[in-house]
């Protein structure tokens, strides 16, 4: 039976068997696209106000240890499903407009995961999962979607996609080549205009001016679903477009931070994340509702992002690539003032809300996360590995805190020197031996180099289209009822 007619059936089930909400934790996992590692003040930041999210450590956990993967597309895969991105979506990179494959609709969602338990769900934001009927957010477990369906930099030269408010795109070169189109979609400056979507009706043609209010028009959204499914268990999924290139704050907070676009954006991201948990707390939400906040990967160094005193950035496979700011929320359940060291990943997250739940996991897949309950509210260490995948490649694997770049055979004890700055392989040959095991242990299922047997099927579709054409037209079925 197809997973989305069990969840149909297991909600009627708990309403007819009268299953309370308050038995039920909500849940909100708010996801920046590129934010730094210290782009944010409880992570050292020295250039950026972040008060709302201060507090929000002060009343939760710092996890500080916790693993996204290099890019876009695959680390939001891993978010939804459970799993290593390629197993999931085995793409090179990230999905363009327009892309023939996007995340299976066969896969299993955290939100689908929530409907067999009566959730109401809304994911408000940036998907970047597939834009193509079949592949949005409403296929994939949630009720309601508002947002632009990938980044903000997928659009036109005209419309401001391709630069920095105040500075004059470049010209297209008229003697350029065309960008290769191929199943990931549209390069380029070949890019349609940007889709601003609700559910899967184009409501909006984002230029400018909507780039500009999109962190404002998230939030209200983010907070009216809030106050609308209050008496009911609801998942709220806010991956916001801020802070990705272009850096688009809104009017109010430009010139407001010591770190230019950037830093300005973050702090509005701040001003956010402040809305919504006064929105939880003001409807008396607090103590039934987990709050995860999250970066997608690593801060782009090229848009003065801050990942210190982490080595690398948005893109790579150092721990600044892939090492996220994170902090978990729940006053009452998880220890207010803390953090851990535990590693913790974006595929461990399913598997946690399952066990908070109660849900059945999928028993016909792998899924290669683990419940890190244990993690977030005490001293245990429930994941001991990590496998740096970037695209196909396996790149790095840890183990405890030691880790090994494949290709160099350099080897850091990440406890001891975070930023990756001193080789201890020669010193340490048995555990360079150890962790080329363990590397070569996962070439039989995900594959090291290529796409390997354990990797699923991607979702396609023929003939796949803009949502907006360039001449400004929409496609057909998403027009303005």
């Not at 197993?87 to 327009?98: E, G, M, T, Y």
């Not at 005209?158 to 795109?169: M, Q, V, Y």
């Not at 994941?383 to 350099?410: C, I, N, S």
Request: with cysteine.
């Amino acid at each position: 039976m197809h997973f989305r007619t069990l969840a149909s059936l297991t909600v009627g089930l708990l309403l007819g068997s009268g299953a309370l909400a308050a038995d039920r934790p909500n849940f909100i996992i708010i996801n920046i696209d590129d934010l730094g590692y210290a782009d944010i003040g409880p992570f050292g930041s020295k250039t950026n106000t972040t008060p709302n999210l201060d507090r929000m450590a002060a009343e939760g956990r710092k996890l500080t240890s916790h693993y996204a993967a290099p890019v876009c597309s695959p680390s939001r895969a891993s978010l939804m499903t459970g799993c290593y991105p390629k197993r999931a979506l085995p793409i090179p990179h990230v999905l363009f407009p327009a892309a023939e494959v996007g995340l299976s609709p066969d896969e299993v969602t955290i939100a689908d995961l929530l409907k067999t338990k009566g959730y109401a769900t809304a994911c408000v934001g940036k998907w970047h999962l597939g834009d193509q009927p079949g592949m949005l957010p409403t296929d994939q477990g949630f009720d309601y979607y508002f947002g632009i369906p990938y980044s903000n930099d997928m659009g036109t030269v005209e419309d401001g996609a391709k630069s920095n408010p105040g500075t004059k795109p470049k010209p297209r070169n008229p003697k350029a080549k065309t960008p290769p189109r191929d199943e990931q979609g549209i390069r380029g400056s070949d890019q349609p205009p940007l889709p601003l979507l609700e559910n899967k009706t184009v409501i909006e043609r984002v230029k400018q001016g909507g780039q500009t209010s999109i962190t404002k028009r998230y939030t209200e959204k983010a907070v009216a679903f809030i106050r609308e499914k209050k008496d009911e268990p609801f998942f709220l999924y806010l991956p916001h477009t801020a802070v990705h290139f272009p850096l688009y704050p809104g009017m109010k907070w430009r010139g407001t931070s010591k770190n230019g676009l950037i830093g300005d954006w973050a702090q509005e991201v701040d001003w956010s994340v402040g809305e919504v948990l006064n929105a939880v707390r003001e409807l008396g939400l607090a103590e039934n509702t987990m709050v995860l906040f999250t970066s997608d990967n690593g801060g782009a160094l090229n848009h003065n992002s801050i990942n210190t005193p982490l080595r690398g950035g948005k893109a790579s496979t150092w721990e600044g690539g892939v090492r996220v700011c994170t902090i978990a929320w729940w006053p009452g359940k998880i220890p207010a003032g803390t953090s851990t060291g535990a590693i913790t990943t974006t595929m461990d997250v399913l598997p946690t809300i399952a066990g908070l739940v109660g849900a059945e996991m999928p028993s016909d897949r792998v899924i290669d996360g683990v419940d890190v309950w244990p993690a977030i509210v005490g001293d245990a260490k429930p994941r001991d590995t990590f496998h740096y995948f970037r695209g196909a490649m396996l790149e790095a694997v840890r183990q405890g805190p030691w880790k090994l770049h494949l290709k160099a055979g350099t080897l850091y004890h990440l406890e001891d020197d975070i930023g990756e700055e001193t080789d201890v392989a020669k010193s340490n040959e048995d555990v360079v031996m150890k962790l080329k095991t363990v590397a070569e242990a996962m070439d039989a299922d995900l594959g090291n180099a290529d796409f390997g047997q354990g990797c699923r099927p991607l979702g396609r579709v023929k003939n796949p289209l803009p949502l907006i054409s360039a001449d400004g037209t929409i496609r057909p079925g998403f027009e303005p009822k």
